[in-house]
């Protein structure tokens, strides 16, 4: 069998979310990216308490839909996997440039980016090959890209955050312990490390707080 994998390129049509309304009393816009399995309009209930008079919230949604479970119920959706992902991962940059396009999000305004689980992945490399400067980066839970060096977020006037349950099923000590060495790496040790008595979930209450 004599088979070729070929490319093309189209246009497509991708759904996102926001919370709350761009207004002249806006004070900071947040750009979220969501973990694996969520959809983006359920996403957002985890910013609902953020002040809804200061506070815009985008959501953008993971390209690729699944079912999840045996009940083909619950529709999930996900960012990138080990197949093409450096052709898949500059469609998710793509995907961004229309989001922030479309927003037209005031240059004055305060961006916060933050990233929960596989969400980190997405928004650190968007942050790193578009130069997207931010007030502060909140990596919620998640894994670094192995890519990534110092020299790509060199540009970077933020403040980052850790975030992690010390319950995390999918994060065991170990694991916590090189994504930390990782972060302090590519941040020069500027990054503040906020551990949390919980499972892997995104902790709302801590959003807050940073925020």
């Known amino acids: 069998m004599d088979s070729t994998e070929k490319e093309i390129s189209y246009t497509t049509t991708k759904p996102y979310s926001t919370l709350n309304v761009l207004t002249e009393n806006t004070k900071t816009i947040w750009f979220v990216c969501h973990g694996m399995g969520h959809l983006s309009r359920y996403f957002l209930r985890y910013f609902k308490n953020l002040d809804p008079n200061e506070n815009y919230v985008v959501a ?57 689980s596989q969400g980190v992945s997405v928004a650190m490399r968007y942050i790193a090959k578009r130069k997207l400067q931010c007030s502060r980066l909140i990596l919620h839970s998640g894994g670094i890209p192995k890519e990534l060096t110092t020299s790509d977020f060199e540009f970077l006037n933020a403040k980052v955050s850790l975030v992690y349950g010390t319950k995390d099923e ?32 995104v902790n709302s209450e801590i959003i807050c707080d940073l925020a």
Request: hydrophobic fraction near 35%.
């Open 60 to 116: 953008p949604q993971a390209p690729s839909l699944y079912y999840q479970g045996v009940t083909f119920k619950h529709v999930g959706a996900s960012w990138l996997t080990r197949e093409n992902t450096t052709k898949e991962t500059e469609n998710v940059m793509q995907y961004f440039d229309s989001v922030f396009k479309a927003e037209n999000i005031p240059g004055h305004l305060k961006l916060n980016v933050l990233g929960y």
């Open 170 to 201: 999918y994060l065991n000590a170990d694991r916590m312990d090189y994504e930390t060495e990782r972060a302090n790496e590519l941040f020069k040790g500027k990054v503040s490390i906020i551990p949390f008595d919980g499972v892997h979930k």
